[in-house]
């Protein structure tokens, strides 16, 4: 039979077979036998049942050995095996230790096999085949021989070794059955269609069903290929409606007409959402599906809505193993055992599966690292922490038992397996410590997951090599493995179908596609990248008389074949949709949109625009949406001003009488009070990798470069100020980030020796004194307004008529015009250092190459020169050929800006300030109003009106 896919076809087939007794139904496709099923009546004697277990089944009785079926994880590592081996002149052997490459030679293997290419006949077309593909020939003829032989051993076999079994057994029959019928869908496959005629040959009456066009359009010239290799005239069977008669066909025929809607919106999440929002229009939810062929990618977004918007739907799909957190923190756990650093159990140690509180955490945290500090002793320190925090955390000491028990017996990966298992059930995110929830299904798939492909490798490796594997290779091992793993996710037993796979949508009214742009459905064609177009060509050229290898075009043809399915598939109502372009994407719609609005004839379009983000209030359905629209149709509120509401708050906030500030503290202030609130009152000190960097700036004042006698001293006492400074970080950071660290710190030491030596000969100073406080060597310590400063200066000395200060920071960013906060800054320094008669000067070394001599004014008896080649720069600060004019205007605005930052130090502000100092400032997470988090900035722009 050939007939319309669907289910107006289908049900009435399996129907009308059910009607007489007994009998098998089977599909090519195991996504297809749920449908299948559910169109058999309970008391029928007729069994739907895997097209596998059928062979296996017909192998029996043929009295022939059936061994079980080989998982794919085993034939993948018989495969990975087999790689080992290939010769150093294989095509495949500089990527011979890659899983992908596994992957891709396991899927072409079987594919081979399913055209009846097993090594014997590959080693036969070697002969005759370009040098090229001989090559290739002769490793797949290798890797094919080796890893059937491995499987053989371990007691498996593939599906295409049962299959040529039964062609080379004398079939016989038990009586079991005497009617088969066989869905084939579109797909070639030789060596199954070898069987069929081999079944039918025993007795067994076999009734084939192959996909159509409903007017014999060029669509599934694969079910053409099969009936033209079973030699058989098809019965034409099922009717179909207008779209189904004219989709690819020329247009022109007259049937049924059907409700089709074409929408878009504004991005992935919005289409999402908008298709659930329509998949409760229907009464029973397992009417409906959803269709998308990217589930990858929108899985994620459809699980996120469907719970936002109360939609119960049943999804069928995998994720990487690894993206399980479970899956994650065992990983860790034995990366934890297997490192030489404590402290590597960090990831775990803030993980909501331990349920630590926030003071158990820190108190973890702390103790690693106090291990750590230990040195040689950190793995003795921190198992004597942990038998005294026993209590708190047994779960540590368990785990540390295992690693002394481990790390010193290498065993094979059998035994390793064995181990694991022990291991995951000491763990406290093991299974049985939860509920039965969602959340335990997953982890549960995840532990079985994780334990199933190390069994796969270890059983393949203890009948091949069976090397005993230290701890630290067991790990790389894991890591390897589960990278490359996948896991199921489970679902939910009642709801709206989400699928990939258009033979597993069952019997449904409404249906909706997603995603539909170019390239994503249909696909864009690619060439396998282990036999390309040419080559499977070739081999089919070799072999005449036999079924042609499909190639990227075919494969490429076969997305017609899918949408068509996709379009059959609804009875009532099918709805496409996608996301809209945007600056960022360029969303092309794909071509099919076109051709299904030409073949329906009459299409609802529509368009959801980035704004309406509910529908109206009468259209809503579900809670979410009727709050969501009651807010957007609600009066605009503007932010609510950030400010202190208690008096006691601001008065914590709020300096004493006579405190003093740094100039550094006065400068955050003005440049924004939240930013001062956070750091100087409320000493929040956000640990990122940055901070530790920049706390290299203080080993110029730590050594006392500036009253170094020579080069090579100053170097000396800088080497050492690293090292202190790098062994108070020794248990806060990693090994390669304390490299990194330390060749960061020695670069700066060479160019801040060889510029300070540099700028003495270019600057000649004297009566140089190293840290300096305010208010001490003529250097005061009040500012105007009875400010009073507070704090050390690196340094301070004598250039002519000016009073240098030494300042090591991070440079002056801009030398042409400075911003009010660092005038702020460098001039509350001017000011301490003023004197009559003398001027000012500040030599600022920065981290970026470069040391500054800031000036108001010109004042000495000789010019100061600037090598801007060696890093020094002399930068003038005056506004005018008036000097006193000059300095005068600098200093009123100083004045006004430490009278700003008073006010709000006073006052106890703590409203953010966006300016360019967001783009460092690490509490904007906190502030939530700098350029990366404004809340008062409209997403949607300045519409103050939601429309649809």
């Known amino acids: 039979m050939s007939a319309i896919p669907g289910p107006t076809s289908l049900g009435p087939i399996v129907r009308d077979f059910c009607r007489q007794p007994e009998g098998l139904v089977t599909a090519f496709s195991d996504a297809l036998l749920p449908t299948l099923k559910s169109h058999v009546e309970e008391d029928c004697l007729v069994e739907v049942v895997p097209f596998g277990s059928l062979v296996r089944r017909c192998l029996t009785i043929s009295g022939e050995e059936a061994l079980p079926i080989a998982e794919a994880a085993h034939f993948e590592a018989a495969v990975a095996h087999a790689c080992r081996l290939l010769p150093d002149d294989s095509p495949y052997r500089r990527t011979a230790r890659f899983p992908g490459l596994h992957k891709a030679l396991t899927r072409t293997l079987k594919e081979l096999r399913d055209w009846g290419i097993d090594g014997d006949e590959m080693a036969r077309l070697q002969a005759e085949a370009s040098p090229r593909l001989a090559q290739k020939l002769e490793s797949l003829a290798a890797v094919d021989r080796e890893s059937q032989h491995v499987l053989g051993l371990l007691g498996r076999q593939i599906h295409a070794t049962h299959l040529q079994a039964c062609l080379d057994a004398t079939p016989e029959r038990d009586g079991s059955f005497d009617r088969l019928l066989v869905f084939m869908g579109a797909e070639v496959h030789p060596l199954r269609l070898r069987w069929l005629r081999w079944i039918a040959e025993s007795g067994v009456g076999v009734t084939v069903v192959v996909d159509r066009h409903a007017v014999g359009a060029e669509v599934f010239k694969g079910a053409q290929r099969s009936l033209n290799q079973l030699s058989e005239m098809p019965l034409e069977i ?142 003795q320190t921190l198992r004597t922490w942990a038998e005294i925090n026993e209590e708190e955390y047994p779960w540590l000491l368990n785990l540390l038992k295992w690693r002394q028990e481990v790390i010193a017996t290498p065993v094979n990966a059998a035994d390793w397996c064995g181990r694991l298992v022990g291991l995951i059930h000491e763990l406290p995110w093991h299974l049985t ?150 600056d960022q994407r360029d969303n092309v719609p794909a071509f099919y949109l076109a051709a299904v609005e030409e073949a329906a004839g009459a299409v609802d379009k529509r368009d959801y625009p980035r704004s309406l983000l509910a529908p109206k209030m009468e259209s809503c359905l579900m809670e979410a949406d009727r709050r969501l629209r009651e807010a957007l149709d609600g009066p605009r509120e503007t932010p609510s001003p950030v400010e202190i509401a208690s008096e006691r708050a601001k008065a914590a906030l709020r300096p004493a ?69 790098l062994d108070t970080l020794y248990s806060e950071v990693p090994e390669w980030e304390m490299q990194l660290l330390r060749a960061g710190g020695q670069r ?110 010109r004042g000495a008896s000789r010019p100061l020169a600037s090598r801007v080649q060696e890093g020094l720069h002399v930068v003038d600060l005056s506004t005018s050929d008036d000097p006193v004019l000059s300095k005068k205007l600098f200093f009123d605005e100083v004045k006004r800006s430490l009278a700003t930052a008073m006010v709000r130090i006073r006052e106890s502000r703590i409203d953010a300030i966006k300016g360019d100092h967001c783009e460092w400032c690490d509490y904007g997470e906190l502030c939530r109003r700098s350029k990366s988090f404004g809340e008062e900035d409209s997403p949607f722009g300045l519409d103050s009106v939601f429309e649809e």
């Open 238 to 379: 099922g009717e179909a409606n207008r779209l189904l008669k004219n989709l690819f066909s020329g247009g022109g025929h007259e049937g049924v007409p059907v409700d089709v809607a074409i929408t878009s919106a504004s991005d992935p999440l919005a289409e999402v959402e908008w298709a659930l929002r329509g998949c409760l229009e229907e009464e029973r939810p397992d009417r409906v599906g959803v269709y998308v062929r990217d589930l990858e990618s929108y899985a994620p977004l459809i699980e996120s809505a469907a719970r936002r918007l109360g939609v119960p739907i049943v999804m069928a799909r995998r994720e990487p193993l690894l993206a399980n957190a479970f899956a994650r923190l065992t990983l860790t756990a034995l990366e934890f055992c297997a490192s030489q650093d404590v402290r590597s159990l960090g990831p775990i140690v803030h993980s909501s599966y331990l349920g630590l509180s926030c003071e158990g955490q820190t108190k973890l945290a702390s103790g690693l690292r106090e291990a750590h500090g230990s040195r040689g002793m950190q793995w």
């Open 433 to 582: 410590e939860k509920p039965n929830t969602l959340s335990q299904k997953r982890d549960s798939h995840a532990q079985s997951a994780l334990q199933r492909v190390l069994a796969a490798h270890a059983s393949i490796d203890r009948i091949t090599e069976g090397a005993s594997l230290p701890l630290p290779q067991f790990v790389d091992l894991c890591r390897r493995l589960w990278s490359a793993a996948d896991v199921s996710v489970p679902r939910a037993d009642f709801g709206v179908c989400v699928t990939s796979n258009a033979e597993a949508l069952g019997d449904v009214d409404q249906l909706f596609v997603l995603g539909m742009l170019e390239g994503v459905f249909p696909r864009r064609r690619s060439e396998d990248p282990i036999l390309t177009d040419d080559e499977r060509d070739e081999i089919s050229s070799l072999r005449p008389g036999e079924p042609e290898m499909t190639t990227s075009h075919d494969v490429a043809a076969a997305e017609r074949d899918e949408f068509y399915r996709v379009c059959a598939s609804a009875r009532k109502r099918l709805v496409f949709s996608y996301p809209q372009a945007d």
């Open 748 to 857: 700066l030491i060479r160019e801040w020796v060889r510029r300070e030596f540099r700028a003495r000969e270019t600057w000649p100073k004297d009566s140089v004194r190293s840290s300096v406080g305010f208010g001490t060597h003529n250097l005061r310590d009040t500012m105007p307004g009875g400010v009073k400063l507070d704090g050390v200066v690196p340094a301070v000395s004598s250039l002519d008529r000016y009073s240098v200060t030494h300042l090591y920071g991070s440079g002056v960013k801009d030398t042409s015009e400075l911003s009010d906060t660092e005038k702020l800054y460098y001039g509350l320094y001017f000011l301490a250092m003023h004197e009559p008669g003398r001027e000012g000067a500040l030599e600022i070394e920065g981290m970026g190459g470069k040391r500054a001599l800031l000036l108001l004014t």
């Open 657 to 725: 009488e006579d405190q003093r500030f740094t100039p550094g503290q006065l400068r955050d202030a003005l440049q924004c009070p939240f930013q001062y609130v956070s750091r100087h009152r409320l000493r929040l000190r956000p640990k990122r990798s940055t901070t530790r960097w920049a706390s290299l700036r203080s080993l110029p004042q730590a050594s006392g470069l500036v009253g170094q006698g020579s080069a090579a001293q100053a170097e000396k006492a800088l080497f050492e100020a690293l090292e202190s400074q």
